[in-house]
């Protein structure tokens, strides 16, 4: 008879184990334990429902239908947010990837060129930055060009707006001709005649500026260019220091002096030298230091470049949004949805034991009650279940 019950409340378990059943788990525990004389086999089946939210007590505390409804569209939304903010992320990433690579990239290369420069001391005084040459070489080029520029005014004045006159009156009060370089006085005069005077020393900076830049050409083809450059220049001061000796020697011969011819005047060739001779020079130093200048570019333009592709990669990693968050509250969503129970595990555990082995007062029955008891505390070691309250989450 005891064996046809236990049948019997194992095919009803089987059914009843996918539905939350509401009991007094007292009563129902006493009710249970009678029908099957304490078995002890059935009693870890109900203790294992209670577990899993399937033999739950009367008034316990889930969450609703509606509450569940309202949390699956949550879900959704945020599965749906997930992967946007994944796709984003993931572009975020990849551009994260390729400005790390460029910047070990030019950390790679600024480190061969320190190894470079310690495998080959040498190599250092042609490739590495000079602050002392470049700050000689500058000093040097702006006292050229203050230089160049009042020689080129005076130049000019003196061979296209001479003033006859005077240059006769001077002779005759043996003062002379004048100096090239211009007082304040004759830079005044030089203005009233023509104030365009002050763009013809511009005009020789720039020849200066297309030797550079012709210097910088790879092909061959820049030496003939260089050479024409010169021979243009070499020209304008040859027609400039001629220019300046024909006046002055028209003043002389108005005098009644003697002139002479320019090739045997020792001024015709100073002035033609403090021109041509100083304006290439002047060239080389310009060159010479806009060179000096690259060299520091290198070295500097790559640690530049490594700063900006640094902070791009922080600015870009602020961009990336955390999916823990999301994750953990589409988690948390997922556990109310198959929560079955909220209360003390332990205390519907003891409530149902308790219902159960008070049927097995009897004496016949004290084996039985002593293998439920073993029973039930293995399985509280095993779930490891203790006082409090919990929530119990669906298994199934």
């Known amino acids: 008879m005891v064996k046809q019950n236990n049948e019997s ?4 378990f ?6 939350t059943e509401r009991v007094n788990l007292y009563n129902f525990g006493y009710e249970k334990s009678g029908t099957v004389k304490g078995d002890p086999e059935i009693y870890i089946s109900f203790l294992n429902r209670i577990v899993n939210g399937d033999l739950v007590e009367e008034n316990y505390k889930g969450v609703s239908d509606d509450e569940k409804k309202e949390r699956r569209e949550k879900i959704t939304l945020l599965e749906k947010e997930l992967e946007e903010v994944g796709v984003s992320n993931k572009k975020f990433e990849e551009e994260i990837k390729a400005k790390e690579k460029k910047a070990d990239d030019y950390k790679q290369d600024l480190l061969q060129l320190r190894e470079s420069h310690n495998e080959n001391p040498e190599k250092i005084k042609s490739e590495s930055f000079s602050p002392f040459k470049f700050s000689i070489n500058l000093f040097i080029l702006i006292m050229l060009s203050i230089y160049l520029f009042f020689f080129y005014v005076s130049a000019t004045y003196k061979a296209l707006y001479i003033d006859f006159e005077k240059v006769a009156d001077n002779i005759a009060q043996g003062i002379g001709t004048g100096s090239v370089m211009p007082g304040p006085y004759e830079l005044a005069e030089a203005l009233q005649y023509n104030y365009l005077l002050f763009l013809v020393p511009f005009v020789f900076f720039a020849f200066g500026w297309a030797f550079h830049i012709i210097l910088e050409l790879k092909h061959k083809v820049k030496f003939v260019f260089i050479g024409l450059l010169v021979t243009l220049t070499f020209i304008v001061d040859f027609l400039l220091a001629m220019l300046i000796h024909n006046n002055t020697e028209a003043a002389k011969e108005l005098m009644g002096l003697q002139t002479a011819e320019w090739s045997s005047s020792a001024s015709f060739y100073i002035i033609l030298s403090f021109g041509f001779l100083v304006y290439i020079l002047w060239s080389v130093l310009f060159d010479t230091l806009l060179r000096e200048w690259d060299k520091r570019k290198i070295s500097a333009n790559i640690k530049k470049i490594i700063k900006h592709l640094n902070k791009d990669i922080k600015t870009l990693e602020a961009k990336v949004t955390p999916v823990i968050e999301i994750k953990e509250q589409i988690k948390n969503y997922r556990e109310d949805i198959s929560t079955v129970m909220h209360g003390n595990l332990k205390k519907y555990i003891d409530q149902f034991s308790s219902g159960w082995i008070s049927f097995l007062v009897p004496a016949n029955m004290k084996a039985v009650k ?10 509280e070691e095993k779930y490891q279940i203790k006082p409090g309250i919990v929530k119990v989450i669906s298994r199934r």
């Open 9 to 12: 409340m194992t095919v009803d």
């Open 370 to 379: 002593e293998r439920c008891i073993n029973l039930k505390k293995d399985f």
């Open 14 to 19: 089987s059914k009843a184990v996918h539905e």
